[in-house]
Nanobody, 121 residues
Framework: QVQLVESGGALVQPGGSLRLSCATS????????VGWFRQAPGKERERLSC????????WYADSVKGRFTMSKDNAKNMVYLDMNSLKPEDTSVYHC??????????????WGQGTEVIVSS
C-alpha cells in the first residue's frame, strides 16, 4: 500500500527557512517520480517541484524556483523540501505525492495528508 506522510510544517517569519520531510512506503523511490504541491483553503492545487526517476531530473514551478530545493534519500525512503526566503504567499498546506510512473506528470496517483506552513510576522 502506497503511503506518504509529511512533517515539518510550522509558523515561520517572512524571510525565514523551513525543511519539510515526507516519509514514503509501499513503493520504491528509485523508480517512481515524486513531487511536492500545495493547496490553501479555497485555492487551486499548485504543483511546486518534482524529481523523476531514475535520472533524478528536478523540475520547479516558477513561483518557487531559486528559493525551494527538493531532494530525496532513496535508502531512507524520504523526500525533502527545503524552503528559503519564505513569503506570506507561501502560506499553505504542503503535500508530497507520487505519480507511480518514472516521469513527472500533472495528476498525482497518491499523496499524503499534508503539513501546514504559515508565513507571518
Amino acid at each position: 500500500q502506497v503511503q506518504l506522510v509529511e512533517s515539518g510544517g510550522a509558523l515561520v517569519q517572512p524571510g525565514g527557512s523551513l525543511r519539510l520531510s515526507c516519509a514514503t512506503s509501499g513503493f520504491n523511490l528509485r523508480y517512481y517520480a515524486v513531487g511536492w504541491f500545495r493547496q490553501a483553503p479555497g485555492k487551486e492545487r499548485e504543483r511546486l517541484s518534482c524529481i523523476s526517476a531514475p535520472d533524478e531530473v528536478t523540475w520547479y514551478a516558477d513561483s518557487v524556483k531559486g528559493r525551494f530545493t527538493m531532494s530525496k534519500d532513496n535508502a531512507k525512503n524520504m523526500v525533502y523540501l527545503d524552503m528559503n526566503s519564505l513569503k506570506p504567499e507561501d502560506t499553505s498546506v504542503y503535500h508530497c505525492g507520487t505519480f507511480q510512473t518514472s516521469r513527472c506528470g500533472t495528476v498525482y496517483d497518491a499523496w499524503g495528508q499534508g503539513t501546514e506552513v504559515i508565513v507571518s510576522s
